[in-house]
Nanobody
Framework: QVQLVESGGGLVQPGGSLRLSCAAS????????MYWYRQAPGKQREWVAD???????NYADSVKGRFTISRDNAKNTVYLQMNSLQPEDTAVYYC???????????????WGQGTQVTVSS
């Protein structure tokens, strides 16, 4: 199984920036699409952005133009650069990834445990 560990969350003032990282680890696997989701207090988890293995990206309308997702395939890591943060961006941010354990036995989804992002003055 692939484990995902997020880092980089914290407290930031409105208008500030944070960069989240999510590193995948395990034995003999291939990573495919990687995702960022978030869950604000009292709300359902929502998709934020995703990136394919070929680095094509998609964004939720609420973050488009402010957030940038990227990945380093050599490091099995996905990033989320968050700029112009607003209080409504406050949430626990979760990393997720589609992967296949080798030898190929089918694509599975893994989730990280989340990292808190708080935007407040």
């Amino acid at each position: 199984q692939v484990q995902l560990v997020e880092s980089g969350g914290g407290l930031v003032q409105p208008g500030g920036s944070l960069r989240l990282s999510c590193a995948a680890s395990g034995s003999r696997f291939s990573l495919y699409a990687m995702y960022w989701y978030r869950q604000a207090p009292g709300k359902q988890r929502e998709w934020v952005a995703d990136i394919t293995s070929g680095s094509s990206t998609n964004y939720a309308d609420s973050v488009k133009g402010r957030f940038t997702i990227s990945r380093d395939n050599a490091k099995n890591t996905v990033y989320l650069q968050m700029n112009s943060l607003q209080p409504e961006d406050t949430a626990v941010y979760y990393c997720s990834a589609d992967y296949e354990q080798l030898p190929a036995i089918g694509v599975r989804r893994s989730w990280g445990q989340g990292t808190q992002v708080t935007v407040s003055s």
